[in-house]
């Protein structure tokens, strides 16, 4: 996955665990796409500042993911029901159908 959809995954899953000083600067960097220089220079702190709570962030929202697996699950079922669509788009027997029962069940499963 390319990391800055990583980065807006994991933010959109955990980002309300970071404190409001994190957020801020972490969604300048990463939904904003400021650089290190503008983000330090709106807030006041250094561009090494910056850079090291940005990582910071990182390494805290991937720890929340290994513990939590919410990304993974979701990204799980997304296959699924995409698997789900194209079952749909095929159906024409009795086979098919129980194709489709046995998806809604996984996916009934794990949410």
């Given at each position: 996955?390319?990391?800055?959809?990583?980065?807006?995954?994991?933010?959109?899953?955990?980002?309300?665990?970071?404190?409001?000083?994190?957020?801020?600067?972490?969604?300048?960097?990463?939904?904003?796409?400021?650089?290190?220089?503008e983000?330090?220079?709106?807030?006041?702190?250094?561009?090494?500042?910056v850079?090291?709570?940005?990582?910071?962030?990182?390494?805290?929202?991937?720890?929340?993911?290994?513990?939590?697996?919410?990304?993974?699950?979701f990204?799980?079922?997304?296959?699924?029901?995409?698997?789900?669509?194209?079952?749909?788009?095929?159906?024409?027997?009795?086979?098919?159908?129980?194709?489709?029962?046995?998806?809604?069940?996984?996916?009934?499963?794990?949410?």
């Open positions: 996955m390319e990391k800055i959809v990583e980065q807006g995954l994991l933010y959109d899953f955990y980002g309300e665990l970071l404190t409001d000083h994190q957020k801020s600067i972490y969604e300048d960097a990463v939904y904003n796409d400021m650089s290190l220089s983000i330090a220079d709106e807030h006041g702190i250094s561009r090494q500042g850079h090291d709570l940005i990582k910071r962030c990182d390494k805290s929202l991937a720890e929340y993911e290994n513990r939590l697996h919410l990304v993974e699950k990204s799980k079922t997304k296959e699924k029901i995409q698997a789900l669509k194209d079952v749909l788009e095929t159906l024409e027997d009795r086979e098919m159908g129980q194709k489709l029962e046995t998806l809604i069940n996984e996916i009934l499963e794990e949410l």
